[in-house]
């Protein structure tokens, strides 16, 4: 295999893929962007090529199917139904941090199946219920990046656009268990350590978030996409590391002041520990940043 080593005959191997994959090239013109990037500064492999492509399904369905599901009128946006129940929050042997496990009763609410993308992020933005995002996102106005998470987003403007879409960013009790189900589980798809077919994390080698609606055989027990890895997730909370240890059992939702707001999921350059679905993150609610997104939750209405 020493021909490899010419980086002209990964160009080759590139298009000989798209080719044979109808429609991609079209589609998926970001990939074919980074690809030709990681050409032109030396870094591009087959590994990387192998692994950018692991992340579709071709063929092979997701494991999960949603107990419900339904659309939003306001974003398009698709959601799925967490029955009510009780589950394991926070980690097991975990004593000493900020998050040791617990049981937790939650009311049944809908998630957001994906995290906002910049298209729908656009939508509101357009009608005048959302504010532009920082200056150096050069990727929310751009239409080869429609389907990846709206990223440099504040935690205020995120809860705006849930507010707008007649929802509110998930508590973390909503979060995790929207993530792991009720089996205590450590990655959404269990406890398999994560692989590049099942998450856009450091061992991925893509290096930054890529579509929200990839990766669906690393799909929660709930059919939610993407709650490892990918774009970290701001959180309705304020963040105390010590809450755990007074929170209620029955519908958490977190502290009633703070100075920084949690965040879960991880992102794509983070290595396996990191993007656990207990791992608990804070930062400060009015900074954007780079790997900093959100979906939206919303409370299932009693019936009569």
Known sequence: MAFLKNRKIYIVILFAVFISIAGISILHLDIILRFVHSYQNGTLTVDKIRFDLASFDFGRRSPVTPIDEKISTADDMAQVYVPAGEFLMGRK???????PQHAVYLNAFWMDRVEVSNAMYLKCLNVGNCTPLASNNI???NWIYRDHPVIYVTWHQAQAYCEW???????EAQWEKSARGTDGRLYPWG????????????????NEAVSVY??????????????SGNAREWIMDWFDPEYYKSSPAKNPIGPETGIEKSLRSGSYN???REILVTKRYNHDPSSAGLSRGFRCAEEDAPTN
């Open 139 to 141: 990727y929310y106005q």
């Open 214 to 227: 990839r990766y669906p055989l690393g799909a929660s027990p709930y059919g939610v996409l993407n709650m």
């Open 93 to 99: 042997n975990s004593i000493g941090t900020s998050s």
């Open 191 to 206: 406890d398999e350590p994560p692989n590049p077919s099942l998450v856009n994390y450091g061992g991925s080698m893509i």
């Open 165 to 171: 879409a007649g929802r509110h960013l998930p508590t």
């Open 270 to 272: 983070e290595d396996g």
